[in-house]
Structure formats: structure tokens, C-alpha cells
């Protein structure tokens, strides 16, 4: 059993940056992979970006290049750094302690452990 609580979210304008931080009551070193979705009003949760425990990466088409996900095993956290935001990027953004597998590409199954989310509202 792991809890995660999520911060860092805010309001920034379009173009800005945030990080957002997960940490965990536990050492993640042995959790497979963590991930971080987010959701939009009226829109289901989608996946962001996940990192497994050796450090492999994966991210949705609509933030590559602008968002990246890292972990500090040391101190129990995983953060997404967010840069040149859009409004399209606005959501409540949830951390997840699942498993990565390999089937070709690298995929994610979400488990049970959620952290509270946090808000991110980009503004145009």
C-alpha cells in the first residue's frame, strides 16, 4: 500500500511552466512505474507520460517535447515538469503507482493507488 499526494499545480498563462510533484508514504524503488493523467472537465482520464523504475519514459503525443517526467527515488517522488503550457493542457492532474509492460512498445496499466490531484488551469 503506497499514498501519493500530488502538488504544484496553479494558474499560468500560456507559454509559462509548472512542476508538479508526487510524493509517495513509501520507497518507490520497487513500485514498476509511476504515471501521471490528467482530466479535463467532461473528458475521460488520460494518460500524460509514465516512467518506469530503470528510468524508460513515455509520453502522449500531445505533450511531447514540452512535458518530462522524472523520478528521485531518494526522496519517494515523481515530477512532471510542464513548459510551454497551453490552455488545452488545463486539468486536474492525478499521480498513479502502476506497472509498465512490453508489448512492442512500452505500455502502462494503472493500479490501484491514486494521489488527490491538482488543478492546472492555463489561461490564453
Known amino acids: 500500500q503506497v499514498q501519493l499526494v500530488d502538488s504544484g499545480g496553479g494558474l499560468v498563462q500560456a507559454g509559462g511552466s509548472l512542476r508538479l510533484s508526487c510524493a509517495a508514504s513509501?520507497?518507490?524503488?520497487?513500485?514498476?512505474?509511476m504515471g501521471w493523467y490528467r482530466q479535463a472537465p467532461g473528458n475521460q482520464r488520460e494518460l500524460v507520460a509514465f516512467?518506469?523504475?530503470?528510468?524508460?519514459?513515455n509520453y502522449a503525443d500531445s505533450v511531447k517535447g514540452r512535458f518530462t517526467i522524472s523520478r528521485d527515488n531518494a526522496k519517494n517522488t515523481v515530477y512532471l515538469q510542464m513548459n510551454s503550457l497551453k490552455p488545452e493542457d488545463t486539468a486536474v492532474y492525478y499521480c498513479?503507482?502502476?506497472?509498465?509492460?512490453?508489448?512492442?512498445?512500452?505500455?502502462?496499466?494503472?493500479?490501484?493507488?491514486w494521489g488527490q490531484g491538482t488543478q492546472v488551469t492555463v489561461s490564453s
Open positions: 516512467i518506469t523504475n530503470s528510468g524508460s519514459t
Open positions: 498513479n503507482a502502476g506497472a509498465a509492460y512490453r508489448s512492442g512498445s512500452y505500455y502502462y496499466r494503472p493500479g490501484d493507488y
Open positions: 513509501r520507497s518507490i524503488f520497487s513500485i514498476n512505474a
